[in-house]
Nanobody
Framework: QVQLVESGGGLVQPGESLRLSCATS????????MSWYRQAPGKEREWVAD????????KYADSVKGRFTISRDNGKSTGYLQMDSLKPEDTAVYSC???????????WGKGTQVTVSS
């Protein structure tokens, strides 16, 4: 059974940090690229970052570049999103996504809430 479970969200003040995790099971994680997306209330889902299956290539949305870092540990079948210098506009539900490198099949987690507020 395929599972992607996000954790690490919460309520923080502007300027603080959070580290999100995406624990996966039921598929060979090392054969799948991984992405993070977010959706704020009343807005469309927004791509945040992705990392290749090997971890060697990382890409970021301009809105988070220089503040967020995506990574993965294939031995633990887990992906991460380190979020620093958080801003109120980063408030959203963050979801992870795994995409097979050849077939394009995609799996999604259910998301974790991140709220940045003073």
């Amino acid at each position: 059974q395929v599972q992607l479970v996000e954790s690490g969200g919460g309520l923080v003040q502007p300027g603080e940090s959070l580290r999100l995790s995406c624990a996966t099971s039921g598929f060979t994680f090392s054969s799948w690229s991984m992405s993070w997306y977010r959706q704020a209330p009343g807005k469309e889902r927004e791509w945040v970052a992705d990392v290749s299956a090997s971890g060697g290539t990382r890409k970021y949305a301009d809105s988070v570049k220089g503040r967020f870092t995506i990574s993965r540990d294939n031995g633990k079948s887990t992906g991460y999103l380190q979020m620093d210098s958080l801003k109120p506009e980063d408030t959203a539900v963050y979801s992870c996504n795994a995409k097979h490198v050849r077939t394009g099949v995609t799996y999604w987690g259910k998301g974790t809430q991140v709220t940045v507020s003073s």
